[in-house]
């Protein structure tokens, strides 16, 4: 069964969610036949989730039967879900009973429901397992190909190198439709440990009611959430029972770094920085807490059975500290693949173990990684070489507004949430990046766009 759920002790929760749903690893046992007697095939279900104990079920029974389920979120687009199910063909979608659209339900459990498409699903490679968007592309038909050996290898490496085992109780409110989200649900599965699901976020007062109440001992999370959190004054909240706080999902600012490792030392916790991709089945480096202080900024070093190493223009290896080059990953965790079609859901292993990440990063002497930028992520003003997310950085740290960076070689445009400054702004980075202003202009908007995971939409900037 996947991630060993039937070795877990059966009496053990496995999942609770703030609806007050739970199931324990006995009832997920019970749960997979009965779910795969529905289907009662290997083909694609599309799974949308809400992140309860429901769509969990949903995911875990498909998994552990062979059964494919691209994981998507409940309150996605109309729109786009009708056209990644004319693009993919799934025979079945698993969805919120509150969304059961026909009388001719297949099955029901755990206020999910199965309902049949009437469609024919495409032929699937033997070793395709899952399907999910790439960061920030919700409604595209570009998806990432994971295989059965790239889930449970990331499911071993990060219970590994966390330690974890069966009394933790990690609060999970990152969608487990996002490469982040699920693998913290899955480590912590494959651990025998208990998973605190819920779709509220920091802000609503509901969510530290419910992570009190069920005694969370580890809270995971994005850049962006980790800024509202100081803005909560958390350093300041009766959290007794929190010992492990852990961030990914994009390079944190190294200020808000460097306060929450010092938070987390003098409180007797563990701050813990992560570094992963959807094509490398989530994290492939991480920053022991020993180090997160000493090495503030650092995304720290490659996973066990892991490999990092950076690459020149030229595709040679650099082995000198403080020389930008592209990041490679290489390990069991690496993805099979694309898919931007239902016919590519016949395709093999493409990678081959080899991920190309497109992060600029540089290394210091003891070999730990920093992330610069993205490769894209890039422009040249005047001249210069310059990285749009070091702009961000930089202006942050300097202004208290939200900010995002785009544009092209001839003009920067910096989105900020503040409705002052502008021109305070735009003299303060010229001045850092020793370039003329009048290569920045900078705009107000009332909000970043992001996605569900807390990432900038940067398309939607213009």
Request: glycine share 10%; hydrophobic share 35%; net charge negative.
């Amino acid at each position: 069964m996947f991630l060993e759920i039937e070795k877990k002790n059966q009496e053990n929760i496995a999942l609770i969610d703030s609806e007050g749903n739970q199931v324990s690893y006995g009832d997920i046992v019970k749960f997979v036949p009965s779910f795969y007697s529905a289907v009662n095939k290997r083909t694609l279900i599309f799974v949308l989730n809400d992140n309860s104990v429901g769509a969990a079920l949903g995911y875990l029974g498909a998994m552990s039967n062979h059964i494919v389920p691209l994981m998507l979120g409940a309150s996605m687009d109309k729109e786009l879900l009708g056209e990644l199910i004319r693009i993919y063909q799934p025979e079945y979608i698993w969805k919120p009973l509150c969304m059961a659209e026909s009388k001719d339900v297949l099955f029901e459990g755990y206020h999910y429901v199965l309902e049949a498409t009437g469609l024919t699903g495409y032929p699937l490679y033997e070793e395709l397992s899952l399907l999910l968007t790439t960061s920030g592309s919700t409604g595209s038909p570009k998806l990432v190909r994971h295989s059965y050996a790239n889930l449970e290898a990331q499911a071993k490496n990060i219970s590994a190198f966390f330690e974890m085992d069966g009394t933790e109780r990690p609060i999970v409110d990152l969608p487990i439709n996002y490469t982040y989200g699920l693998s913290v649900m899955n480590s912590h599965l494959y651990s025998g440990a208990t998973v605190l699901l819920t779709s509220m976020n920091v802000l609503n007062p509901k969510y530290w009611v419910y992570l009190k109440e069920q005694k969370a001992t580890v809270f995971t999370n994005v850049p962006y959430s980790y800024e509202i959190l100081k803005k909560l004054r958390v350093f300041k909240m009766e959290l007794p029972y929190l010992k492990i706080f852990t961030q990914g999902g994009g390079k944190l600012n190294e200020e808000l770094h460097r306060e929450f490792a010092e938070y987390a030392k003098n409180t007797g916790r563990k701050f813990i920085v992560t570094y992963g991709q959807t094509e490398g089945s989530a994290r492939m480096a991480y920053l022991p807490s020993e180090y997160a202080i000493e090495k503030c900024g650092s995304i720290g070093k490659a996973i066990p059975n892991g490999k990092l190493y950076l690459l020149d223009e030229e595709g040679k290896k650099i082995t000198e500290p403080g020389v930008i080059g592209e990041m490679v990953y290489e390990g069991p965790n690496v993805t099979l693949g694309y898919a931007q079609s239902g016919e590519d859901l016949l395709l093999g292993d493409e990678r081959h173990g080899v991920l190309y990440t497109g992060d600029m990063v540089k290394m210091d002497g003891d070999g730990f990684f920093y992330i610069v930028g993205r490769k894209k992520r890039f422009l040249k003003l005047c001249g210069y070489r310059i990285g749009l997310d070091e702009c961000e950085n930089i202006i942050k740290s300097a202004f208290d507004t939200e900010c995002a960076c785009v544009g092209n070689d001839d003009c920067m445009h910096i989105y900020v949430t503040s409705e002052k400054e502008h021109e305070k702004i735009k003299r303060y980075i010229a001045d850092k990046l020793g370039i003329n202003s009048g290569a920045f202009k900078v705009c107000h908007i009332e909000q970043i766009p992001r996605n569900e995971a807390g990432k900038i939409l940067y398309s939607k900037l213009s």
